[in-house]
C-alpha cells in the first residue's frame, strides 16, 4: 500500500501532459493511460479548477484518479450533477467514497460553511481518503471507516484488487474468503444524528450492491424527508447475490414519496460529456420508470417531496 506521507508533488511530464491532454478533440483517455504504464510512481497532483483545485494523491495505475488529473473528468454525469446541484453552505454525504474524488469536489464546492460526511469501509481506500482530506485541511468534512447498513455490528468485506485499474469493487460479502476483512456497520440516521447533521442536500451512494441494505438503515430519515436528494448507483448483478433487485430499492424510496429519475449513462452520452465544453444536466434525466429495473447499472436521482430536482 502506498504512503501519502512519501509522495512528491507532479513531476513536470505529468503537469504538461495534463495542461495538453483536456484540450484533445479524442483520444484523451488512451493517451492518459499509454503514458501512465510508463511512468506509474504516485504523486500529489491537483483536480482541474473547474472541480475545485483540491489536491489529491494521483496513482497513475488506477483509472478513476488518472482520469481526474489527466483528462479532467471522472463520471462526468455525476460530475455534472454536483456541480449544478451543490451551492456553498450545503451539506453532502459521500456513502462509499472511494479515495475521496466526489468528496474533495464537494468539499471545495460548498466552502468553509458547508459540511461533508463522507463513509468508506476498506482499510486502504480509507487511509487514502483521509489523507487527501487533510492535505486540503478542509474543516467541515468528517470522515468514517464505516460501512451505511440497516444495524451496528460488523460484517465481511471483500477488498479491491490492488493490481486492477479499478478500486471501486470492493462490497458487502457474505461468503469470507481470502482477500475479505471485517468492518463496522452502521445505519446512516444514526450516524449523522452523532455527528449532529440532520438535513443533507445531496448524498450520493456508490456501494456495490448494498444500497438496499443501506436505504433502510436511512428509513426514519427518508420517512421524514431527511435527505432531500439522493444520487445513486444500482448494481443489480450484486443486489441478486444478496437476494435483493433494483425494484426493492424502488420500493423503498417510493414508499417515502420520492421522485425518481434516471441518468442517461449510454455509452455516447459518456462520450459526449467527457469531450462538452457546455453540459446542459436536465438533458441528462428522465423519469425513472418500471423499465429501468431491467437496467444492467442504473445510475439514479431522487428527490423529497417539494423538491425540485435541478434546484
Known sequence: ??????????????????????????????????????????????????LGGAWFCCNPLHGGSRDVYFTGWYEPQETALLLELLRPGMTFVDVGANWGYFTLLAASRLGPSGRVIALEPDPRLFQLLQANVDRNRFTGVVVRQVAAADRCGQTSFAQYDETSENWGLSHLTEDPCNGTCMVATCPLDD?????????????????????????????????????????LEVHPQMLKQRGRTVADVFTL????????????????????MSYAKKINVRDLLRPALKETCAEQWPHLLWTAPGVDDMK
Request: some cysteine; overall charge positive; proline content about 7%.
Open 191 to 231: 450516524l449523522l444524528d452523532e455527528v449532529g447533521v440532520d438535513c443533507i442536500d445531496l448524498l450520493k451512494m456508490d456501494i456495490e450492491g448494498a444500497e438496499e441494505l443501506a436505504l433502510r438503515g436511512m428509513a426514519a430519515g427518508l420517512a421524514r424527508h431527511r435527505y432531500k436528494r439522493l444520487l
Open 1 to 50: 500500500m502506498l504512503d501519502p506521507k512519501k509522495l512528491r508533488t507532479a513531476p513536470m511530464w505529468a503537469r504538461v501532459a495534463s495542461s495538453v491532454i483536456p484540450h484533445l478533440p479524442r483520444g484523451r483517455y488512451r493517451l492518459a493511460r499509454w503514458l501512465a504504464l510508463r511512468a506509474p510512481a504516485p504523486f500529489w497532483g491537483r483536480m482541474p479548477a473547474k
Open 253 to 272: 424510496l417510493r414508499q417515502a414519496n420520492y421522485r425518481g429519475w434516471e441518468i442517461d449513462h449510454a455509452p455516447r452520452t459518456t462520450w459526449r
